[in-house]
């Protein structure tokens, strides 16, 4: 009994560690500002898969594919 009990809490500390993490979530766009988000296909940035855009009024827009090469940028609306 002792012998089971202790293997379960193995595996089970086993799969806590081995758990993959969820993506990083990227930095909310600050208020009065408009935040593009440009996604490729490879770290080189070889091929445009995807883009998101958050306006200056609260709108968004998003199309393609998200991966986890991209490029941010925020500038500060006028």
């Given at each position: 009994?002792?012998?089971?009990?202790l293997i379960a809490a193995a595996?089970?500390?086993?799969?806590?560690v081995t758990?993959?993490?969820?993506?990083a979530q990227a930095r909310a766009c600050a208020l009065g500002s408009r935040c593009v988000t440009t996604y490729y296909s490879d770290g080189i940035g070889s091929q445009v898969v995807g883009g998101?855009?958050?306006g200056c009024d609260g709108s968004s827009y998003a199309w393609g594919v998200r991966t986890i090469y991209?490029?941010?940028s925020e500038t500060p609306c006028s």
């Open positions: 009994m002792i012998r089971r009990t595996l089970a500390a086993t799969a806590l758990l993959p993490a969820g993506p998101s855009v958050e991209k490029d941010w």
